[in-house]
């Protein structure tokens, strides 16, 4: 059984539920969801801080009223990569399963993913949880659009539920019959809002970078995307280059490293999912132009965080990855017991990004790490 608790993700959305719900850390270690051993990440062995400060950011989710069909359901769930994103979503979905199991009702999931990103690697995942036959709902973060649609549509032409979850959707104008999505509906705008706060700060002139990610993860490549029709919508503003780092603070640290050599004038960096703005925070700070090559990005990694604090990081947008986890599995009983989207739940959920600014780094670190200034 894999445990949820890994590095700082595991802190990080753990807190936020724990300021707001007061469940504790020895609750939640008595996981309900299953993983192969292969996915295992190093596990933080620090004790999780009492944290005092409530955030704004995520509130603790609560049952609706619907009442469940059946005793027992068993799901599956594949994501795009083995990373501490996709552990806080596993955070919210147990706190959806530990208030089932109050009801009365018990939950089972599985939840893997493979070590680097592929497409292909989860089509495979997907056709053999359908042949099992052993799965309520099946559940899929698209890692391409192009590859995994046309092999939902067929799991769903041979009898099986499926819908898709967290950050990346295949949907009907993507010709996809997917049941619903739970997850980010808005990276295009997340992209338009970071490249905004980029552009107001460089007041609308100056050079520009981007990290993305994974080419063709539906999440990164739409943020790219709204970012590029923020840029272009200014004329002072020319984005001169673009990487894909697949989703490694690694790659991104020496994409960085390589922007700040090539480009001496570089005024900015945008960065478009939860590694690169650390490798790009860190390769800032090592060349001595924090404050001079303006940083922003997604998600709420601690060291993130920390450059933020720092000023090395200008802004930081982070998604409510606990409410994906939540609504995930309430939106998959009701899809388990046939019930259609509707009124009682939505095709697409509405997931809220919010954009932190360094003043708020310092609450952000006491209330999702126990950090103390």
């Not at 608790?5 to 309900?32: D, P, Q, R, W």
């Not at 147990?94 to 989860?122: L, N, W």
Request: hydrophobic residues 35%; contains cysteine; aromatic residues 10%.
């Amino acid at each position: 059984m894999r445990k949820t608790f890994f590095y700082f993700l595991s802190l990080t959305i753990l807190a936020l539920v724990l300021v707001t719900s007061g469940c504790s850390a020895k609750a939640l270690k008595n996981s309900n969801y299953k993983n192969n051993k292969d996915n295992l990440v190093s596990q933080n062995q620090n004790q999780l801080p009492n944290a005092s400060v409530d955030s704004n950011l995520i509130k603790k989710k609560n049952l609706d009223t619907y009442n469940p069909q059946k005793r027992e359901y068993n799901f599956y769930f594949t994501y795009k990569i083995v990373h501490a994103w996709w552990d806080a979503v596993a955070l919210g979905m147990e706190d959806a399963v530990r208030q089932y199991e109050e009801k009365g009702i018990h939950i089972t999931f599985d939840y893997r993913a493979p070590e680097a990103m592929s497409a292909y690697d989860q089509v495979q995942r997907i056709k053999k949880a359908a042949a099992l036959n052993e799965y309520d709902v099946i559940g899929v973060d698209v890692a391409d659009i192009d590859i995994v649609t046309p092999v939902i549509n067929q799991i769903i032409a041979d009898g099986h539920k499926v819908m898709t979850f967290s950050s990346s959707d295949s949907g009907k104008e993507n010709g996809c019959n997917r049941i619903a999505y739970v997850g980010n509906t808005h990276n295009y705008k997340d992209g338009q809002d970071l490249a905004e706060a980029l552009c107001s700060y460089l007041k609308y002139n100056g050079q520009v970078a981007m990290l993305v990610g994974n080419v063709g993860a539906p999440c990164h490549e739409e943020r790219a995307s709204g970012a590029k029709t923020v840029f272009n919508k200014y004329e002072g503003i020319n984005l001169i280059d673009v990487k894909y780092d697949e989703d490694s603070d690694i790659n991104a640290y020496n994409y960085t490293k390589e922007f700040l050599e090539k480009y001496p004038d570089l005024d900015g960096i945008i960065c478009c999912n939860m590694s690169n703005p650390v490798g790009a925070g860190r390769a800032v700070e090592e060349a001595g132009k924090a404050g001079k090559v303006i940083i922003v990005g997604m998600d709420h990694d601690e060291r993130a965080i920390k450059y933020l604090r720092d000023g090395i990081i200008y802004a930081l947008a982070i998604q409510d990855c606990y409410s994906i986890g939540f609504d995930t599995i309430t939106t998959a009983v009701k899809i388990a017991d046939g019930i259609s989207p509707g009124s009682l739940y939505p095709e697409k959920t509405e997931e809220i990004t919010k954009i932190f600014y360094q003043n708020d780094a310092v609450g952000l670190l006491h209330s999702l790490y126990g950090v103390m200034e």
